[in-house]
Nanobody, 115 residues
Framework: QVQLVESGGGVVQAGGSLTLSCAAS????????LNWYRQAPGSQREWVAS???????KYADSAKGRFTISRDARKNLVNLQMRSLKPEDTAVYYC?????????WGQGTQVTVSS
């Protein structure tokens, strides 16, 4: 069984920081690349960052230099540290993984950046 559970969202002022966490089940955490996506109101869901089981990160241009994705193998967590937040970062953030050609999503966590 695959589970992805996000936490850490909230309201923060522009320029502030926030760290999101995704608690993943052991199977998908150790064997599959995990991603963070986000979806703003009225917009399509967009990819933000990913990390392989070996720890190699990738970032969307909007996240480069401000966001850091990391893995905590002791706790099966994938964290997204967000700095210098902007109002346009406001969205529901989702954890995602694909395992055996099936997509798995968490329930999402709301991030609101006030100006």
């Amino acid at each position: 069984q695959v589970q992805l559970v996000e936490s850490g969202g909230g309201v923060v002022q522009a320029g502030g920081s926030l760290t999101l966490s995704c608690a993943a089940s052991q199977n998908i955490f150790t064997q599959n690349t995990l991603n963070w996506y986000r979806q703003a109101p009225g917009s399509q869901r967009e990819w933000v960052a990913s990390i392989t089981p070996g720890g190699t990160p990738k970032y969307a241009d909007s996240a480069k230099g401000r966001f850091t994705i990391s893995r905590d193998a002791r706790k099966n967590l994938v964290n997204l540290q967000m700095r210098s937040l902007k109002p346009e970062d406001t969205a529901v953030y989702y954890c995602h993984g694909n395992r055996y050609l099936r997509d798995y999503w968490g329930q999402g966590t709301q991030v609101t950046v006030s100006s």
